[in-house]
């Protein structure tokens, strides 16, 4: 018996295709805003983590700038045993800052138009070139830093010389070792009377330390009548923004200052970085807590700074991070993005740290620099 064989109708067909599609659409729809919700929570989750990452290393070496030794009186001044490259070498003042001439935070913080500048201009506030390290360029409209840190590294010292310093080799731990090619460091040496900032050329493994017979002056003798003193490295960071060479939006920078003044290799420390402004807690009423907070171009006395607020704007590396462009706020104003395209995410964040060293700007008995 013959069966009798029945197939679609056309319109069964265009029903099953619609819903088909339909569901087609609806996967895509919850696949698409699956990896758009992922996208917003991994640059929301970078930003947080950068932003925090960079106040953390900002805030360690602010807390261990303007070290003195285990002098405890703020009135006891630094002796300058060494000649120091220039004016602007002033490792004794512990931090010094620069503000960028101009720059108006209630106007567009013109995020899209950056650019660099020569460091050694008068852009950036105090004017003065020479006060300022050579062969720098920094983003314009930010704040450049300058932290003289104290290494985590105590030297004991038996006796010494005018030249000479003579110390316990097992104490040279984390100190240049006679094999490297740059051994020139700036130390504090310290018997907490007295503290002198010297210049050592070499150190040895058999426990001495040479100074620098070039830039070692007559404060030196000094040196001689110390009793069980120590001795800590100083180390010169300068911290800024800058234009990397392989992408177009800035990143926070480090350079390391060298005895001699010279710079090292720049350091990227973090992308994403928009914008870096400081204020400075300046102490003008001699207690221990700051009574104004002020741009560099306005200190009166970087000795009297013993705090120092950060203000960081961070933004996200990918330029699709949300649909919509959001508004943010920063330095106390709010903005919005400059055009439609800008998808960025974009967030302040800051912190006040306190100098634990605050014997900033020690009176220099010393002979001063060339």
Not at 204 to 231: E, F, H, R, Y
Not at 312 to 337: I, K, R
Request: hydrophobic share 35%.
């Amino acid at each position: 018996m013959l069966r009798l064989q029945r197939g679609s109708l056309l319109i069964e067909m265009m029903i099953s295709s619609l819903i088909g599609t339909l569901l087609l659409y609806g996967a895509l729809s919850v696949l698409l805003n699956s990896r758009s919700s992922f996208l917003t929570r991994d640059s929301l989750s970078r930003i947080e983590e950068r932003g925090r990452l960079a106040l953390e290393i900002l805030s360690e070496d602010i807390r261990m700038s303007g070290y003195k030794g285990c002098v405890s009186s703020d009135a006891q001044s630094m002796v300058q045993a060494v000649n120091l490259s220039g004016s602007w070498m002033q490792p004794q003042l512990g931090i010094r800052g620069w503000s960028y001439a101009g720059t108006d935070f209630k106007a567009s913080l013109g995020i899209y138009s950056i650019s660099e500048g020569g460091f050694d201009t008068t852009s950036w506030e105090p004017h003065a070139a020479a006060d300022k390290g050579t062969g720098v360029d920094i983003l314009r409209g930010n704040d450049v830093l300058e932290l003289w840190v104290a290494e985590p590294y105590v030297m004991e010292i038996t006796s010494a010389t005018q030249t000479q310093l003579n110390v316990d080799p097992s104490t040279m731990t984390g100190f240049p070792e006679a094999g490297d090619t740059d051994q020139e460091r700036l130390l504090v040496v310290s018997d907490c009377a007295r503290n002198i900032l010297v210049k050592a050329d070499s150190f040895k493994s058999s426990g001495t330390v040479i100074l620098d017979p070039a830039n070692t002056n007559d404060q030196s003798l000094q040196l001689t009548s110390m009793s069980q003193s120590q001795a800590v490295m100083l180390q010169g960071r300068m911290y800024y923004l800058d234009i990397p060479s392989t992408r177009d939006r800035p990143s926070l920078y480090r350079k390391d200052i060298n005895a001699d003044g010279s710079f090292k290799n720049a350091v990227e420390v973090l992308p994403g970085v928009l914008n870096l402004q400081f204020l400075y807690g300046e102490s003008t009423n001699s207690e221990l807590s700051a009574n104004r907070y002020v741009e560099a171009s306005e200190v009166s006395d970087w000795s009297k700074v013993i705090s120092i607020r950060i203000f960081l704007l961070v933004e996200t590396e990918a330029d699709n991070a949300v649909p919509v462009g959001s508004d943010f706020h920063y330095f106390g104003n709010n903005y919005s993005p400059e055009n439609t395209e800008d998808k960025h995410v974009r967030r302040q964040y800051t912190t006040t740290v306190a100098l634990r060293n605050r014997a900033l700007g020690l009176t220099i008995t010393g002979a001063p620099g060339p």
